[in-house]
């Protein structure tokens, strides 16, 4: 029989003393399965409530029987941190995830489950089964959680932020429970970033001049910052800075707005999370103001219409001379034929032509 039972088998053999005895006997062999200073010390403590005068015989069993309790809490709190460190799984926004209880050894379990960490509040039981009896659910996991009892793992669907925490799994076996920690971490995954830039001030894109950028993404979990790619750093100021998250959902926008000076063209990109923006370039140089490209281009339209002007006008009074003469006047290469052609046209003098008689005269004039 373990020490510290006999001591109180020592006292008057009573029900409470009876009940201290085989709580002490489950506790010895606890005790020595685990051995060092955790035995002697209970045992000392035990001795000097046994050796008390001042208590009466009830008053030691209670003391002895908290006793019993806190050593207990003590006991497993050290077994837990004997265990293996917390595992980390990461589940996606709406989507699901598995939780599965490490098990060292291959012995048939009587019951799995698991429950949120509360910290200083009781925890929630999640899901589980114990010797495939039925196991009452909280409503807000019921319809989104489904145990697999032969993989011993529960099924957790629509994850959502408010979910990421710590949890236990608790698997029992033989009436014995094996505590394992399991932490959830929630993701989600930022819209790709608009990326903006504003060159309009005087010098715009010129050399040792500044652009203003701004970069912005939503969506996104958990809060994270833009980086820019393809900028001198040194170069930069931050002007607009700021995150905030929806009440709803818990998902996070990001935006920022800074300035650039520049110093030479550059392509440039932002990200937010892993979601990166498309390229942009800023800083160009150009071969030619905009308001020069914009002047040549007014006086080549202007000097194109001008030409189409004489054009038309051109032909307009050479049909109009061609109308009134009833013969085409002759080009500058015919110079030099007009005297025939004049002759011609009097052999064709008709009285009363008073038109023709105005073209010989013309004519006579030419030859002379």
């Not at 399991?182 to 010098?203: F, H, N, Q, R, W």
Request: net charge negative; aromatic share 8%.
């Amino acid at each position: 029989m373990c020490f510290i039972s006999s001591l109180a088998l020592s006292w008057e053999e009573t029900p409470q003393t009876l009940a201290c005895s085989s709580c002490f006997e489950s506790l010895c062999l606890m005790l020595r399965q685990r051995g060092g200073h955790e035995a002697s010390l209970f045992s000392v403590s035990v001795s000097a409530v046994h050796t008390s005068t001042s208590m009466s015989l009830q008053q030691r069993c209670l003391y002895t029987h908290s006793l019993v309790l806190v050593v207990t809490l003590l006991l497993l709190t050290a077994t837990s941190g004997d265990s293996d460190a917390v595992e980390n799984i990461t589940a996606v926004l709406g989507h699901s995830v598995t939780f599965r209880c490490p098990l060292n050894h291959s012995t048939p379990v009587d019951g799995l489950y698991i429950q949120r960490d509360k910290n200083d509040k009781p925890d929630d039981f999640i899901n589980g089964f114990y010797r495939g009896q039925p196991i009452k659910v909280l409503p807000e996991y019921k319809d989104r959680t489904k145990v697999n009892e032969t993989e011993l793992s529960v099924e957790m669907r629509n994850i959502s932020v408010s979910d990421e925490g710590l949890y236990k799994c608790v698997v029992i076996i033989n009436k014995k429970p094996e505590i394992s920690m399991i932490l959830l971490k929630v993701t989600a995954e930022y819209s790709v970033p608009t990326i903006t830039k504003d060159c309009s001030k005087p010098g715009d894109g010129g050399a040792g001049k500044s652009c203003q950028l701004s970069c912005s993404a939503v969506g996104g979990y958990p809060q994270s910052t833009v980086r820019w790619t393809g900028l001198n750093q040194s170069l930069t100021n931050v002007i607009y800075n700021r995150s905030s998250a929806d009440n709803e959902s818990k998902t996070w926008t990001i935006n920022q707005t800074i300035t650039h000076n520049c110093d030479q063209p550059a392509n440039i990109s932002c990200a937010v999370g892993g979601a990166v923006s498309h390229t942009i370039t800023i800083c160009e140089t150009e071969s030619f103001p905009s308001v020069v490209i914009a002047a040549i281009t007014v006086v080549f339209v202007f000097l194109f219409l001008l030409l189409i002007f004489v054009v038309v006008m051109k032909y307009f009074f050479r049909g109009r001379q061609t109308s009134v003469t009833g013969y085409e006047a002759p080009g500058a290469g015919e110079v030099g034929d007009s005297s025939n052609d004049c002759h011609l046209q009097l052999q064709r003098l008709k009285d009363g032509d008073e038109t023709l008689r105005r073209l010989s005269s013309f004519c006579q004039a030419e030859v002379l």
